[in-house]
């Protein structure tokens, strides 16, 4: 089993810009890809942005230019920096890992992000 445990979300104006970190303990050698999700009221949950052990990453159209993810191996952790944040990006953001094959294996709490215009 992998947890995940997320951290960073808020209140912030539209415009400004925040970083969510997610920490995985456990058994950690069965993930090679990290991400994070996110779920908006009344909405299906949609991915965010991922990246792997090597580093290859993946965004949504919506966050590319605005959003970074990023990963420290040693310390088991995947970040994602959000800038130029908007109304829109509301939600509650999931951290999740896994591997190639079942990338959503392993789920966090989720963190609440609220963007004011």
């Known amino acids: 089993q992998v947890q995940l445990v997320e951290s960073g979300g808020g209140l912030v104006e539209a415009g400004g810009s925040l970083k969510l970190s997610c920490a995985a303990s456990?058994?950690?050698?069965?993930?090679?890809?990290m991400g994070w999700h996110r779920q908006a009221p009344g909405k299906q949950r949609e991915l965010v942005a991922s990246?792997?052990?090597?580093?290859?990453?993946i965004y949504r159209d919506s966050v590319k230019g605005r959003f970074t993810i990023s990963r420290d191996n040693a310390k088991n952790t995947v970040y994602l920096q959000m800038n130029s944040l908007k109304p829109e990006d509301t939600a509650v953001y999931y951290c999740?890992?896994?591997?190639?094959?079942?990338?959503?294996?392993?789920w966090g709490q989720g963190t609440q992000l609220t963007v004011s215009s």
């Open positions: 999740n890992a896994g591997n190639g094959i079942f990338p959503t294996r392993y």
């Open positions: 456990g058994s950690i050698f069965s993930i090679n890809v």
């Open positions: 990246i792997t052990n090597g580093g290859n990453t």
